[in-house]
């Protein structure tokens, strides 16, 4: 298919909202209407060329048939091939007989018309790049659009120029009875995500040009569709709050509420788009969802609250700051530091989580060892109190390192979120207390079996000096790591 756009029609290398509010496109509806010379012809007569697009293009049905009767009539055998030869030839903008009665919505033409064509010949582009439906979507010409569907169903997957559909010729013309006929032909929501070079497909637009009874059909027809965004990373919403429609906002949000969490490719939300093109009615309207977050900030480290204050002074300006302020808004540089203190505080859970792993393996080594170790013979150790209490601390102490080391293999895997890794580290680190206090309490009971009443002194002096330690080493712990949840409850406070 032919997708190169005229000379005419090629519009400056502006963004799509300037060029739909100055008209700086060319589409269609701009081309000057159509009687001039048939191209250069072979097997048909120019002048009768000339009589059968006159007649497309003033609806002349008549006229039409009897210039197919008066071909019949002279009984050649190249008859029929001369009839199709007649319909495929086109003027000098490369329009048939059949686009431009298509683009008169001349549809008692067109179905005549369709009698001596082919599929290929429906197909054919103009110079411009656009098909019959293309012509007949754009101009809003129902019944043209349904005859041409019936003849070739097909047609509705066709794009011209710009990767633009019919539907989206549609759309632009906020022609909605087309667009409805449309999509109750449309079968496959891929249809309805087919976008333009841009990355916009028929829901931006419909958004942008603040069109509620179309947002409605489409996302009646494909709800995800409002998840979609442009190569500016902008979804429909995005562009919606650029207007003033709050049914257009509302319909959105409750297709996929989602919507208010995604940020362009500047990472800007839609609240900061509604901030900075001063719509304080639209960014009311944002901050009743629970789903808005007011201290996003965008690429430059910017929340909806900062652009407010770089706006010039006005009253939409002045309520905008008053609603951001009274829904907790704050500048991004009181939230920087809080962040960086965030990811900080993230860093070193993780670090410590390895610290505690590397911790537990050695624990449960010493114990699994402490176990086949144990002095004297089964018959003298069996009755005594020590290797009782060896063996009971031991097993608590190894099982607890064993544990540790299951938690940490799972949250190893990287799928955790950063809340999680600091619940588990809360219950990892109560479990390695645990252990290290009874791998402590295993090694006092085994200086009592090796060295028991031959060396109380020694014995003692190990149990006490040992336990002070431990004892401790376990309180410093308790203490940093009080601390250390305490700021992070405060941390939470602030973004709260």
Known sequence: MQASVSKNMAAPPQSEERDLENGSIRLPSDLPDSTQQPAEVSAVDAEICRKLHFAAEIGDVELVRRIFRDIDEKGSDDSKLKASSLVSEVNELGESALFLAAKKGKAEVVKELLKHSNSEEVRRSSKDGFNPLHIAAFQGHADVVQTLLDYEPELIKEAGPSNT????FAVLRGHATVVN????????????????????NALHLAARLQNVDMVKALLEKEPQLARSTDQKGQNALHLAVKGISHEIVRLLVKAEPVV???????????????????????????????ETNVNVLNKDQKTALDIAEELPYSR???????????????????LLPVKELKRNL???????????????????QIAFAAIFTIPGSPVETS??????????????????????????????RGEAEAEVIA?????????????????????????????????????????????ALIA?????????????????ELIKKKET
């Open 316 to 334: 939409e300006s002045m309520k905008i700051k008053a609603h951001l302020s009274r829904n907790g808004a704050v500048r991004g540089n009181d």
């Open 165 to 168: 559909t019919p539907l989206v």
């Open 383 to 412: 009755h005594n109190i020590s290797v009782q209490v060896l063996v009971i601390f031991n097993s608590i102490a190894f099982f607890a390192s064993l544990a540790v080391v299951v938690i940490q293999t799972i949250l190893g």
């Open 472 to 488: 401790g080493s376990l309180g410093i712990k308790t203490y940093y790591e009080v601390r250390r949840l305490r700021k992070i």
């Open 346 to 364: 993230q860093g070193g859970l993780i670090h410590n989580a390895n610290s505690v792993n590397e911790a537990a393996v050695l624990i449960a």
């Open 181 to 200: 006929q449309l999509l109750s032909q449309t079968d496959s929501p891929s249809l309805l995500s087919v976008s333009k070079s841009n990355g916009r």
């Open 260 to 290: 208010l969490a995604q940020q362009d490719s500047r990472g800007n939300t839609v609240l900061h788009i509604a901030t900075k093109k001063q719509k304080d009615a639209i960014v009311q309207e944002l901050l009743l969802y629970p």
């Open 423 to 467: 619940v588990m580290a809360e219950v990892t680190n109560k479990l390695i207390w645990l252990a290290s206090a009874c791998i402590s309490v295993v090694f006092m009971a085994t200086i009592t079996i090796v060295v028991g009443r031959r060396c109380q002194w020694a014995t003692i002096l190990i149990m006490v000096v040992g336990g």
